[in-house]
């Protein structure tokens, strides 16, 4: 890898503010504040601006410029998976003309989509809540995860793909089980709203950041703090 840019994907009429691949690596996503989706194909050592579903690249309408929403695509890397301003899930099959399929469950805008092994995905919404999904054949619903007092800001997945950690705005940060939707462990530490999560690749150690620029290192297995930092300035990513 150099760091050199390879291929300029155009097409988008504003910013552009997610990305995402495809599990196989084959199709890049993208969504902009032009309230579109766009699909890309790879090709060998480039990102070719030919389309899915050629000549014309693919786009769905339905978002609300400047609200964030969840995007990903789940581990068939057939299906596109995006959250709409009514707070349903739009599951969008890359490869055909039928429009997305609504699903509902969550009562507020959902936040984060992360996929999951065998075609499931986990939503977290600012309802508290996150509910996991089987997006087969037919779409079942597995669980639906409660706990938070205030609005889930964001999930993370472990590495494993065995626990997803969410972050709220009642200042705590949560660990459930993706087997069952069981919560394992609640970690309390935070003055303000945890808005931020990292783990590490190892998959042991998590990082957290609140409205208050406090950084916080956890250790997952042990639920217990490790270290504190406070920045400068309120951060946007971590």
Not at 120 to 142: H, N, P, Q, T
Not at 169 to 192: E, K, Q, V
Request: aromatic share 6%; charged share 20%; proline share 4%.
């Amino acid at each position: 890898a150099t760091g050199n840019n390879t291929q300029l994907l155009e097409g988008h009429t504003a910013p552009v503010w997610c990305v995402c691949l495809s599990p196989d690596g084959h199709l890049v996503c993208t969504a902009a504040d032009d309230a579109t989706l766009r699909v890309w194909r790879r090709t060998p050592g480039v990102i070719d601006d030919v389309c899915v579903t050629s000549p014309a690249t693919r786009w769905v309408y339905g978002y609300n410029p400047g609200r964030r929403a969840g995007v990903c695509v789940t581990s068939d890397s057939r299906k596109l998976v995006f959250s709409s301003f009514d707070h349903s899930l739009q599951v969008w099959d890359i490869f055909s003309d039928e429009r997305p399929v609504s699903i509902l469950g969550h009562s507020d805008v959902i936040c984060r989509i992360s996929p999951l092994p065998c075609n499931r995905v986990v939503s977290a919404s600012y309802d508290g809540s996150l509910m996991l999904w089987r997006l087969d054949a037919e779409v079942i619903y597995e669980a639906h995860m409660r706990g938070h007092s205030g609005a889930v800001r964001t999930c993370e997945v472990t590495p494993d793909h065995r626990f997803v950690v969410s972050a709220s705005s009642d200042r705590t940060i949560r660990i459930w089980d993706l087997s069952d939707g069981s919560l394992l462990r609640t970690l309390t530490g935070h003055s303000a709203a945890v808005n931020l999560l990292s783990i590490c690749p190892r998959g042991d150690l998590l990082v957290s950041v609140a409205d208050d620029s406090e950084i916080i290192v956890w250790s997952i297995s042990r639920g217990q703090s490790l270290c504190r930092l406070q920045a400068d300035t309120q951060l946007t990513s971590c």
